[in-house]
């Protein structure tokens, strides 16, 4: 069974600043998930990857296969960034099953 | 797209009664996801199906639960007897086929339920 780990579990910053979530698993994946879960509740998909780096407006997002470590990235962070961070790990091609992160709770103070 | 549906947005009902929360997936996704929130588990993937057909339900808790998709635009899960430990957020998700790695998942808003 896969174990995912984030890191922080709370993070609190100041508007600007950069950030970084870091996630961890145990076994080999097919793909990593980044996901945003909003004050709201809502979960929005930010990021689906399953080797090297990709890259959307001020999010980054990067993965080492060989360390099993994924990063989340955050440039000149804003107060509308402060939501829960959520990595999930798929196993194995051809199995949708994700084992999620505990998440990490962002708040960016102005 | 109005994206995920699901429904209703709360739930609230007494110990014993019969739940059952809906979703209508995004039209032309091909797998269709139900995911259960708490404080202590986080989520976790009940059960899902690909092409209407049910894939894996390894996570479903229980017989109490059980889900069905008649149609590739329509999905339930259904919870008999409910318990007081079945209160939750309850996320449908659905995504086009597996073949495309640029496929991410789309959630609905939840189904937040409560049982007394």
């Known amino acids: 069974k896969n174990e995912v780990e984030q890191s922080p579990q709370n993070l609190t910053a100041q508007e600007g600043e950069f950030i970084t979530i870091n996630c961890s698993y145990s076994?080999?994946?097919?793909?990593l998930h980044w996901l945003q879960q909003h004050p709201g509740g809502g979960i929005v998909s930010l990021f689906m990857?399953?080797?090297g780096k990709k890259k959307h407006g001020r999010l980054i997002a990067t993965i080492n296969i060989q360390e099993k470590h994924s990063s989340l990235h955050i440039t000149a962070s804003h107060p509308r960034d402060s939501a829960v961070y959520i990595c999930?790990?798929?196993?194995?091609?051809?199995?949708?099953?994700?084992?999620f992160g505990t998440g990490t709770r962002l708040t960016i103070i102005p | 797209d109005a994206g995920v549906i699901q429904s209703p947005r709360h739930e609230v009902t007494e110990m014993g009664q019969e739940v059952t929360l809906r979703c209508k997936p995004i039209?032309?996704?091909?797998?269709l996801f139900w995911y259960r929130q708490t404080m202590m588990r986080g989520l976790e993937l009940l059960i899902y199906f690909n092409n209407n057909v049910p894939i894996d339900d390894s996570g479903m808790p229980e017989d109490r639960f059980s889900a069905k998709m008649p149609n590739a635009s329509f999905s339930t899960l259904k919870i008999q007897p409910s318990e007081p430990r079945d209160s939750a957020v309850y996320f449908c998700?659905?995504?086009?086929?597996?073949?495309?790695?640029?496929?991410?998942?789309?959630f609905g808003n939840g189904t937040r339920l409560t049982v007394t």
């Open positions: 039209s032309g996704h091909d797998y």
């Open positions: 990857l399953s080797s």
């Open positions: 999930a790990a798929g196993e194995r091609f051809g199995n949708e099953k994700l084992t």
């Open positions: 998700a659905s995504r086009e086929d597996r073949s495309s790695y640029n496929s991410p998942l789309h």
């Open positions: 076994v080999g994946i097919s793909a």
